[in-house]
């Protein structure tokens, strides 16, 4: 690898990175946008506020769950390539998709509906860093930091199968569809320890 | 070239790539703000949703191609100066009309104005990369890795020309037109193998 | 602390710094939204924009006080764990509640319940910055630069202190828990000098 | 000036540059919500969609040029202090009450009220960034490059006035107003060459 090759492979990665870190702070923040004030102005009127709150929180979590493993990824990853960058394009759309999801979901809590579409897009986003993973495992041998991080991706796995689970239930009970999208969410809420892992046995115990 | 204007140029390239990146990000993400949840609270309320979430995809799509082409094309831009720090600003002025024109066509799917008024958007950011590309050649020489990577600018040339040939079209079925828009997405979805060809040949000193 | 982890850290740090900035920026600017353009088109129609901009202004200024704040802890910074980054987007969290305290407030600017709701998420802001304080001291020994520039938190402790006095305050007379607020954000305006000494100390080798 | 302290300033310079870079991109970027598609589908709707786009415009202009200027400006920075960070988030916040000015604006083109706040804005912003740069000369002698390449501000001098006369002028004729905005923006679209040509200059006119 040649440096002036090297410094452009660190430039796409930082901007990849940055472009990747802008959008999902963006999504992350205009969910805000409907935690709309309510018409009132007495503590009554904020009944409406909690479950839409809830569910923001809800997709808060989700999305800093993604940016967290997203920098973990970043970090063992040594090539990127056109369909890399394309790959990420398809998990930061899946993951537009979640304000209009949680602002559904939001005003119909307890409805089948706007659930089942709340599991679809928690689905698709799944999918969508599956492929990105994919598209990344491609560009880097079986023994490299990458696929000795990824592994056989047991957690993300489980979390697919959680999520059609999810979206299978609401169609009868959303409550316990809701449940298991916080689940997940908790399971999700420790870092990957796997790249962690990696990046710490390479420094040779040392840290 | 001293290090010091080196160093200026690789801040002020720095700065105008962030920047654009935000804008694009942005422009993405807001237009997400368009895909309101349906008043009701069922299924079949979603029907509404479907063609906004098309148009919000394909809209997306173009955003992304211009990330991308952006990106590859700063990878071979060796000097700025004001009229391209101006160049740039109209080509982030042109994509910002991006949301309100994805929004306006997203309610009326299968009427003309919206999808005319979508195509000049696109041919206005069309025009505006073109200035982009030409204040930077000015900058460079006939042999440099921007010119080569350039060349004729085919693809750029055809683009428009499609974008004319789609808002003419839309004036009788707009059908057709939106078929050409996402021909021309498609077209794009690869990255601009021209630049990229320049950079691995580069590498392998054999351009 | 080998070369590659020091890499690493610096790697982390910018993002997570970048990313905090990001959504700081957007939470600072979406409140802009909030401040339509009235329905007429004479002077008189401003009157109901008035209080909106006075707590646009204050809460624009609370959180650039938290964008120095962090700016200045991040500086002194020298270890990141998962715990911080988790403790970091708690903080964001609970910043990004701030435009709809804000939005709800400059509807009803000498009302209750929404003065009381604004101090929670002030107070809610503190608590997440708190955290985040303990989480990064417990990764820096008692003789750092971090735990001498943090030393007893003296003005985060009164700041708190003074939120639930003005949310207290408040279930009676909303106008005094106002000028707690604005007389808090007034004693942050000044940076943070406890950070900002101890660097200048490093410097002068007199700390 | 030690090494160390010379990092934390290309540091803080760094983040000051990337937050302001993502404000002015939100602010710029989020008046594209006020160019709301029109309800019906045909080309006459379209018509109160034309001044909102020019004004739209006008505002997105103002902005650009604030960023050419803020970018041109932090070139030749060597120092930064507490009063220059509070004077750029001064900065920040006059330009982001431009979306409500413009919003305003576009809906009543021809009223005397939103003329006189759109000058207002950009008197603020103007008055925000002279203290800016008066906060950086506080802190640059009077041989630095910033002081050479500030100079006597005479374009931001005669800007201000203008604005004022513009305001003046509004309350008898928005028309004469607003084409004074627009010369305005005109005269400060060539970028500040008091500060390229320092720049050039320092480099022993070698570009």
Known sequence: MTTRYAMLFFVTKGRLEAFTDAVIAIVMTIMVLDLRPPAGQGFADLKPVVPKLLVYALSFTFLAIYWNNHHHLMHVVERIDGRVLWANMGLLFALSLTPAATAWWGVHPGDTAPVVVYGLVLLL?????FLLVRALLALHPVGSPL????GSDRKG???AIAYVAGIVVALFEPWIAAGIYVGVAIAWLVP??????I???GEAADS
């Open 157 to 159: 796995r489980v979390s």
């Open 147 to 150: 696929a000795l991080a990824i």
């Open 199 to 201: 990046i710490e046995g």
């Open 192 to 197: 990957d320890r796997r790249i962690a892992r």
């Open 125 to 129: 986003s799944a999918i969508a860093y």
